[in-house]
């Protein structure tokens, strides 16, 4: 997104029109008076908005019947299905593309290995999967207003500029620009694990709260803050590192440079190692029968009682425990919520985090603070598509939208 500066009057039209479309998508069916009188909005202003978007077809009218049973008042929702975004998931080695409606509908997807060395054979390999997928969908595809992208490293989301990964260099990596030059769409770039938060907290598990905290376990370990019903970005734009919070002064070196951060004990390649080291020594589990093993195999055998497994995964949950209770201490939130496949052994790692919790951070702040898993893991692109529904709430791209 390079919109840059924009002047006031433009702002205040923006804040407006996304105050009337947001209250229309969250409480709709809503009728005018209603809009105008939640919104704070002179009706006249109110009127004009919802005249700009009933034009543009982002919302409709319905006639509702009036509670009283006298005559029918009009009411109005939006309507999503005629706009179509694509969301797009890239990993280390594979890209998942989805593509929805306004409102978070599938409507189309794919998922490929994709694997890439450099910054140049990420943007032709992108390139080329995203065209591939607009052929392949050439008939379903109706008017494309936006795309998203999220990815694991550090990004500007402002200017859509990728300034780090984990896998590969990069040197400020103008994606937004890069997809909008292509294809004439705004796109929106984010982390993958922020925009995971951001999903959770619009569709998900952390739906009811303002503030929570989401912990995903991946190949790496990652936080997205929210603050207020939004990411929590600090001026560095950045934040959530909770991977590098040391945990073990003495323990391995980490790829960030320094020793023993929460990501070199408390992530799934991190987890499969160390298990795998004990199987080799000969230690008896359930585990010992399998060819090779995994997170998930890991997660089911504790989930038997193997007693190795569950040991290794509680200590893991000790681990993310510790770090986590640091993270309350700061922010105080409503609701945890943990991502990744260590979920699936819930029982035995929820337990072993409360527990670390509950020790280790403020009571009034422990108290009644619910620790859940992720909703939307096995969805992975919507956290870039939550990027692209905040753009339609905050106005963003609403205001394009109503300026095409
Ligand atoms: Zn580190």
Redesign the pocket.
């Given at each position: 997104m390079t919109g840059g500066q924009i002047g006031n009057v433009d702002l205040v039209k923006q804040l407006n029109s996304a105050a009337v479309y947001r209250l229309i998508d969250l409480q709709g069916p809503i009728s005018r008076i209603q809009v105008a009188d939640v919104s704070h909005l002179a009706p006249a202003s109110v009127t004009k908005i919802t005249r700009q978007l009933l034009e543009r077809g982002l919302i409709k009218e319905v006639a509702q019947q009036a509670s009283t049973g006298g005559r029918r008042a009009i009411s109005l929702t939006t309507e999503s299905a005629a706009f179509h975004s694509i969301a797009i998931r890239l990993g280390r080695n594979y890209i998942e593309i989805t593509l929805y409606d306004l409102s978070g509908k599938h409507i189309a997807s794919a998922a490929h290995n994709f694997y890439y060395t450099t910054q140049q054979e990420l943007t032709d390999g992108l390139l080329s999967h995203i065209r591939r997928f607009i052929s392949g969908n050439q008939n379903v595809i109706k008017e494309l207003v936006a795309f998203g992208i999220t990815l694991p490293g550090l990004i500007d989301p402002e200017k859509g500029i990728v300034e780090y990964m984990p896998n590969i260099d990069v040197n400020n990596f103008p994606l937004a620009d890069t997809i909008k030059d292509n294809f004439g769409v705004i796109c929106f770039v984010g982390n993958d694990i922020r925009g995971l938060a951001l999903a959770e907290h619009y569709f998900g598990s952390s739906k009811d709260s303002k503030d929570s905290i989401l912990v995903s376990m991946h190949h790496g370990t990652g936080a997205g803050i929210i603050v207020n019903g939004q990411i929590f970005l600090g001026f560095n734009r950045n934040v959530g590192e909770i991977?590098?919070i040391q945990i073990d002064p003495l323990g391995d070196k980490?790829?960030?440079?320094?020793f023993g951060?929460?990501?070199?004990v408390a992530a799934d390649p991190a987890v499969v190692t160390h298990v795998q080291q004990l199987l080799d020594q000969g230690y008896p589990s359930s585990l010992q029968e399998l060819d090779g093993i995994t997170m998930l195999s890991i997660c089911e055998a504790a989930n038997n009682g193997d007693e190795l497994a569950s040991q290794a995964l509680i200590k893991v949950g000790n681990q993310l425990g510790k770090a986590l209770a640091m993270t309350i201490n700061l922010f105080n939130p409503q609701k945890i919520v943990i991502a990744g496949n260590i979920t699936q052994a819930k029982d035995v790692v929820f337990p072993a985090i409360r527990r670390c919790v509950e020790t280790q951070s403020l009571s009034t702040f422990h108290k009644d603070l619910p620790i859940v898993a992720s909703e939307l893991y096995n969805q992975p692109t919507i956290g870039a598509f939550s990027m692209i529904k905040r753009a339609m709430l905050n106005g963003v791209l609403l205001q394009r939208l109503l300026e095409d």
């Open positions: 991977g590098h980490c790829q960030c440079g320094n951060c929460l990501e070199t």
